[in-house]
């Protein structure tokens, strides 16, 4: 035996923005005592950081890391969300909601969505969304924290003063940033990163490196040439253009995503400003078209100029390769429809957190971390698919192309299984709950065939008590809830100049 203390391991982390300083922060909450971290990154180089709308998983992160969450809200001027409203998708004038939380009351055998299309059969039911709370809160613009109910909800935030709080974080704890742009990656004999050497000549070691650079991929695709695999087939938008307006009414809690002619916008609405934005497809729309229907939309005097960012949506083949973890943009790219581009960091920074290696790499490790990821990300692509394809849009040459293409084969099989039976099955803990797949497909058009044979046996009394009771308990809790600015002013108001 020995009590010699190991030697700690030097973690270089290259990159900053979202990406870098949430893997920063936790890793130096959790690893600092063990590990010499070192982030490196340089302001002559933007981020893209138009992630600014989130989903409730990113409160297990703030958990972890100790965030307080007021604290939190009044520094990146955020607001509450409870969901994303889609406009135009399934044809032009219609909307519906994806909602947070969970749908009416389940049965053990089916989902509530078999019960409703009784009632809805029966002529005895409202719309799917009357019986979620959180759904009706975010029409009705009121949120409160409702722990005894569980109110799931989110958070719109500016994500450069998230990068900012994260960094005062990671400082605290330990970890070193540099400031500078890397002019060379040295690796080892055998194909290990061993290095990165700025352009003022300053050499960083390191035993593990954390890939943040953006689309660039410096070290993951530049310095070890992990190919990357192009979804554009089956998701063909790859340009967005971001501009930043003034907050012209009080924030809703929720996003909007609007679809146009060839790709869609956001609104997504911070306590003093906008996040306004556009996607689309270069096949479809030029730059300056797009330019002009985001300009002409947006709401509020102009803050920013609007900057155009170019993508390929699609995932890297290898997202952890020798001593190189990619997170963020590195590691690939699926469009923020719904709002995963920091839930997909976060991930990645906990799945490594949970197999960070003591000394050596494991081959073992890295497989298994390869393998969730790429899982991971293959459930989400095929979730956002799912927006496009489904849809009765034939008015432009970009929707008729999304309503035909081809579709990965288990996409398939979902829309299949649910429009003839009513049936979602979630699977291996994906991110999307059996109810987000029944809201998305329920509003962008497939209405069940069927329904399981549990909902036969209440009477059509039994039916329309059951569902009255729901509707009633969401609309009294909405009732009582404050408005939404009135409980931003009270729980969380922001400096102006946030």
């Known amino acids: ?30 690893l600092g ?4 971290i070192t982030l490196v990154e340089s302001e002559e180089i933007g981020t893209v950081g138009v992630g600014e709308a989130t989903i409730p998983t990113l409160m297990t992160y703030n958990r972890l890391i100790g965030i307080d969450e007021a604290r939190l809200m009044r520094a990146v001027s955020g607001t509450f969300k409870l969901g994303i409203a889609f406009e135009n998708w399934t044809e032009l004038g219609h909307r519906y909601i994806h909602s947070f939380g969970i749908t009416g009351k389940d ?43 569980g109110l799931n909800y989110a958070y719109h935030l500016d994500s450069s003063a ?50 943040c650079t953006g689309f660039r991929a ?39 995503s609007i679809a146009h002619g060839a790709g869609w916008r956001w609104q997504i609405p911070l306590q003093h400003r906008t996040g306004n934005g556009i996607v689309f497809s270069s096949r479809f729309m ?22 155009v960012i170019r993508f390929r949506t699609g995932s890297r083949t290898a997202h952890w390769h020798r001593n190189c973890v990619a997170i963020g943009l590195s590691s690939g790219f699926i469009e923020p429809l719904e709002s995963t581009s920091i839930h997909m960091i976060q991930r990645s920074v906990m799945r490594l957190m949970q197999m960070f290696p003591q000394g050596t790499v494991n081959p073992s490790d890295v497989r298994e971390f390869n393998r969730q990821t790429h899982y991971e990300m293959e ?33 398939r099989h979902r ?34 065939r069927g329904h399981h044979p549990v909902a036969d046996a209440m009477s059509p009394d039994e039916v329309r008590r059951f569902l009255a009771h729901i509707s009633e308990n969401v609309n009294r809790t909405v009732a009582g809830l404050p408005m939404h600015q009135a409980y931003l002013d009270s729980y969380c108001k922001a400096a102006v100049t946030a």
């Open 1 to 30: 035996m020995t009590d010699a203390i190991p030697k700690k391991q030097k973690v270089v982390i290259a990159g900053g923005g979202t990406a870098g300083w949430m893997t920063a922060a936790a890793m130096g909450k959790v």
């Open 33 to 36: 005592a063990v590990c010499d």
């Open 107 to 149: 049965h053990w055998t089916a989902g509530f969505q078999h019960f409703w299309k009784r009632g809805r059969d029966l002529g005895r039911a409202g719309e799917f969304g009357d019986y979620c709370l959180e759904l009706m809160a975010a029409e009705a613009g009121r949120f409160a924290h409702l722990p005894d109910l």
């Open 162 to 211: 998230y990068a900012v709080f994260l960094r005062q974080l990671a400082e605290a704890s330990g970890v070193r940033r540099i400031e500078g742009r890397i002019a060379d990656v040295r690796r080892t004999d055998d194909g290990d990163l061993q290095s990165l050497t700025l352009q003022d000549g300053t050499v960083i070691p390191g035993d593990m490196f954390v890939d």
């Open 218 to 256: 410096l070290l993951i695709g530049e310095a070890l040439g992990v190919g990357y695999q192009d979804w554009t087939h089956w998701l063909p938008c790859d340009r967005a253009i971001a501009v930043q307006t003034a907050s012209v009414r009080p924030p809703l809690p929720y996003t909007c």
């Open 286 to 307: 030029s730059e300056d078209e797009a330019r002009q229907i985001l300009l002409n939309a947006v709401e509020g005097e102009v803050l920013t100029e609007p900057r």
């Open 379 to 411: 459930h989400i692509r095929d979730f956002i698919i799912l927006h496009y394809h489904l849809t009765n849009r034939t008015d432009t040459p970009f929707w008729r192309h999304c309503r035909t293409m081809d579709i990965p084969e288990g996409l």
């Open 415 to 448: 829309m299949d299984l649910f429009a003839a039976t009513g049936r979602v099955f979630r699977a291996n803990d994906e991110l999307f709950a059996e109810n987000s797949w029944t809201q998305v497909m329920l509003g962008q058009g497939i209405l069940p």
